[in-house]
């Protein structure tokens, strides 16, 4: 049997949310006046440059934004010919096209589909990176400009990092670079040195309360303060954690943590048990672990604790784990043993977290 053809990276929407609007379909951005204040300024002062690495934890609307700067950018071009907000109304050609993914001037990179066993890639390889120059290389769309998200960089594996920076060493003319990063220290420095950065915050109490009031209005006010308190300033983790066993597996994910010292085998296999039952539920997990996780590695790095180093090695290593389980079909309870032990030597090295 022939082996099955991937898709476009971009029909692999690991970034939808079930029952929400993708980012390309969102035209409402929260609790981030001051990114995109200073994208604006860029923009409409016609001195953009020419890649953004956009940075901030997951779910804080990082891809929001960048759908939102392509639509400005492929409607009124580097001008302030748009309002400053950078909205553009959803009938105008650049939002249609956009939303449904198929604007030529707008090209969005990310992992793809294993064309032997449809499964999505643990990286964003050389391949996907390569359709980069083929890009540049066609004429223009009407307004002139072309523009590339890359989401998440953090996923580029060594060839395809290496194919982006000579893009950035050399950038053609009329074209913005928008790189997503949820860990930027783990982008090339080379790279981080040829984009300007943008830092997106979680959002704050306010904004997240009035948020999950507006999309989850079947809620409980004190469920959805829950969610926000287990979602950490993340509207996206928190969309997920309401939908299925989310706020489950996020519970599960700091009781790993909070363990971390003393792992429990039995629960484990026991946990690893309810995955299998759940559809995406080992993702899901290994998602909600990174992001606590994280939290906490920032939270006490900004508190001057020392050894955060080690904690962001074990961090990467996780990601790396739970990635590897999920494209080459291994046993999640070796993942879960894997990562309590990945747990309890970090705290044995550098203290618990």
Known sequence: MAPRKSRPAESVETDRVEGMPHPRETTRLVGQDAALGIVSHALRGRRPPGAWLLCGPPGVGKA???YRIARYLLAFGATDGGPAELAVPPNDAASIQVAAGSHPGLLV????????????MSVLGVDEMSRLFGFFGMTSGAGGWRVVIVDTADDMNDNAANALL??????PSRAMLLLLSNTPGRLLPTIRSRCQ?????????????????????EMSTSERAALATLAGGSLGAALRL??????ALAQEAVRLIDKSGTPDAPALFALADKLARITDGLDMLGEFLHQALADRIRTRAIAGQPQMNKWVDALERLRRSFGRTDALHLDPRQTLLSAARELNATTRRAGPI
């Open 64 to 66: 929001t934004l960048a």
């Open 242 to 247: 309401a939908s299925g066993e989310g706020v």
């Open 197 to 217: 950065r943008l830092s997106l915050r979680p959002l704050n109490d306010r904004d997240m309360e009035s948020e999950l009031a507006r999309l989850l209005p």
């Open 109 to 120: 990179l990310k992992r793809g589909l294993n064309p032997d066993t449809g499964k999505l």
């Open 166 to 171: 000579k893009l950035l060493e050399e950038p």
